[in-house]
């Protein structure tokens, strides 16, 4: 009786994390740092710090994973997240995976949510959320400072049973 009620739930959590391999998960965020002057921007899966003062990308560019790809170049340093599906959480650590394996530590010290936007579409629901976090910069041994952020959230749910557009 325990093995069939185990191998109902077994197959049970089988079927719902085969439908949700359809969702979509993206955030980034982007701020300026002073003395010197560097534009550090992040997403779900890189981070760069950029050389001098950069005007703001619109938000919706920080989507994706590929999305920094263009700015990594000979004036920046990139950077890559210790864990991808860790999200916009308190403490965010990113290893460079050049010869020196430099870290960046940013530890939020506040957080505001801007907007919050939440749509259906043809059944699946979209939500995007946009903050202003302040964070503890730290990178290796220089001296910490303040880092304020936009930053932006996006999820895409799968249809979860619900008739689509179809």
Request: glycine share 10%; aromatic share 6%.
């Amino acid at each position: 009786m325990r093995q069939g009620i185990a191998g109902m739930a077994a197959g049970l959590l089988m079927l719902g994390t085969a439908s949700a391999q359809a969702a979509s998960w993206a955030w980034g965020c982007q701020g300026q740092l002073t003395a010197p002057d560097q534009s550090v921007i992040f997403t779900r899966y890189q981070m760069v710090v950029l050389d001098g003062k950069r005007p703001p990308m619109p938000p919706d560019r920080l989507l994706g994973d590929a999305a920094l790809n263009p700015l990594i170049n000979g004036d920046s340093a990139g950077y890559d997240p210790n864990n991808i599906n860790d999200g916009l959480v308190n403490t965010i650590i990113f290893t460079r995976d050049a010869a020196t394996k430099a870290t960046i530590t940013l530890t939020e010290l506040s957080s505001r949510r801007l907007s919050h936007k939440a749509k259906v579409i043809c059944g699946r629901d979209e939500v995007t959320d946009t903050f202003r976090k302040v964070y503890r910069y730290e990178r290796d041994n220089e001296t910490p400072r303040t880092l304020t952020m936009q930053c932006i959230e996006y999820t895409l749910s799968t249809r979860g049973g619900r008739k689509g557009c179809d």
